[in-house]
């Protein structure tokens, strides 16, 4: 593996409103989770002299698999054809739970030594393209401390998904305000919620509902 990409890029005192110099790189993938690990694995492996840098807005690596906790989650897809083609999925459950699928996303990252490239609490607020200088200019917000960073690049990849990791989508239902018991957001279940035995309305029948209505009638 080439030694550029393993060279750690200080980006502690760069910051868009002056300083040293903005960190460039050939290549930004904004997104560290199934998608976004499964192009730098590739990148790394047909174009070992490129360097290159993953801008995670959270702090771990996973993205869906990471930021969704609600009982029952699971792959809508099999794993089998979900999963890396370099790195196939072996475990017997082809329609696999939350959990395994985050080990297996963060189990290819540190085999293949990606994590170094990862710059977590990054969320990249907009990027800008200099056809006179043929780069990106990307910049990002630092979520652990609020402060402006930026980076060049040749080659931008956006492998963020369609969510909204900090707002989850929430219809406008007539005097929802006067509802006297607890509404929950799939997206931002709590660690601490108990529902034993006690009167749940889910509202929709997609694949979350479909996965988390059978888990919670354990209960």
């Not at 890029?9 to 460039?24: F, K, L, Q, R, Y």
């Not at 996973?62 to 699971?74: A, E, S, V």
Request: with cysteine.
């Amino acid at each position: 593996m080439d030694s550029r990409l393993q060279q750690p890029i200080d980006t502690e005192i760069e910051t868009a409103s002056g300083g040293g110099p903005v960190p460039h790189v050939d290549v930004i993938l904004v997104g560290a989770g199934l998608s976004g690990i499964g192009a730098a694995w590739h990148l790394q492996d047909r174009c070992p002299d490129r360097t290159y840098l993953i801008l995670e807005g959270r702090e771990a690596i996973g993205g869906t698999w990471d930021l969704f906790r609600y009982p029952g989650i699971r792959s809508d897809s099999d794993m089998y054809t979900l999963g890396f083609s370099f790195r196939p999925w072996r475990e017997a459950k082809a329609i696999a739970d939350g959990p395994s699928i985050l080990s297996y996303v963060r189990d290819t990252a540190r085999e293949a030594e990606i994590n170094r490239n990862i710059r977590f609490r990054h969320h990249v607020k907009r990027a800008d393209w200099s056809s006179a200088e043929a780069r990106w200019t990307v910049e990002a917000e630092r979520t652990d401390s609020g402060e402006r960073v930026r980076f060049t690049c040749n080659w931008l990849h956006m492998c963020s998904g369609y969510y909204n990791y900090a707002e989850g989508y929430l219809p406008d239902f007539p005097a929802m305000d006067s509802f006297q018991g607890r509404l929950i957001h799939p997206q931002f279940w709590p660690e601490d919620l108990d529902y034993t035995g006690k009167k749940v309305v889910v509202i929709g029948s997609g694949a979350t509902a479909v996965t988390i209505v059978p888990e919670m009638a354990k209960d």
